[in-house]
């Protein structure tokens, strides 16, 4: 049982590039979430899935996209990456249960934009 | 939307003493409150929480009280151990209709000085 695990765990990319962040969960949880951290400013929430085949807009949701093709993955992308871009991408889960609150995050993804 | 203020911004404790971190949210409405604890370079993880229908909760050393009135909650830890040098977040969260979504502080340095 891994948990959530994220790849890659770090890249650089020039401005204009694209990529794409994975999320992967191997608990059956319904919900995920994609969060940027910044200095001094927290975690903030880019975008969310309540299931397979949905997603939703959070906080910051400019300049990403985001899928949700089969339940367990949930992917983060970046058309054209800008500096104000580079940041730590943290995924997080959790299930679909009455009281099940507590979202499990991975490890992060180290992102710089150049 | 939510908005939720932490202070202090850093915190320094001799070990032993206790340390006591607030936070502030906007929204009435919020009925779900965690607190994570995040090492440097490590992802964020839950260490406890609380909802809107409990005033106060303990789990051995730390302790998280709620002031629905005031729209404040507290972190207390005591006794405090050099591997509680963290950055710690409060977050507040509606639903569940809202998939519980969670609105960050912007985070304490702790740091427990030996």
């Known amino acids: 049982n891994a948990g959530v695990t994220q790849t890659p765990k770090f890249r650089v990319l020039k401005t204009g590039q694209s990529m794409t962040l994975l999320c992967a969960q191997d608990?059956?949880?319904?919900?995920m979430y994609w969060y940027r951290q910044d200095p001094g400013m927290g975690l903030r929430l880019i975008h969310y899935s309540v299931g397979e085949g949905t997603t939703a807009k959070g906080e910051v949701p400019d300049g990403y996209n985001v899928s949700r093709l089969k339940k367990q993955n949930f992917l983060l992308g970046l058309e054209s990456a800008a500096p104000s871009q580079t940041s730590v991408y943290f995924c997080?889960?959790?299930?679909?249960?009455?009281?099940?609150?507590?979202?499990?995050f991975g490890p992060g993804t180290r992102l710089t934009v150049l | 939307g939510e908005n939720v203020e932490q202070h202090p911004s850093t915190l320094s404790v001799q070990e032993g003493d206790s340390a006591v971190i607030k936070c502030t949210y906007s929204d009435s409405a919020s009925n779900y409150f965690p607190w994570y604890k995040q090492e440097l370079g490590k992802r964020p993880q839950l260490i406890i929480d609380i909802r809107s229908n409990v005033g106060e909760k303990k789990d051995q050393r730390i302790a998280v009280t709620l002031n629905k009135t005031a729209k404040h909650f507290s972190l207390h830890i005591t006794e405090t151990q050099p591997e509680d040098s963290a950055v710690y977040f409060c977050a507040a969260s509606r639903g569940p209709g809202s998939a519980r979504q969670l609105t960050f502080g912007s985070g304490t340095q702790l740091t427990v000085l030996p």
């Open positions: 997080a889960s959790r299930p679909d249960i009455p009281g099940a609150d507590t979202q499990y």
């Open positions: 608990m059956n949880h319904e919900y």
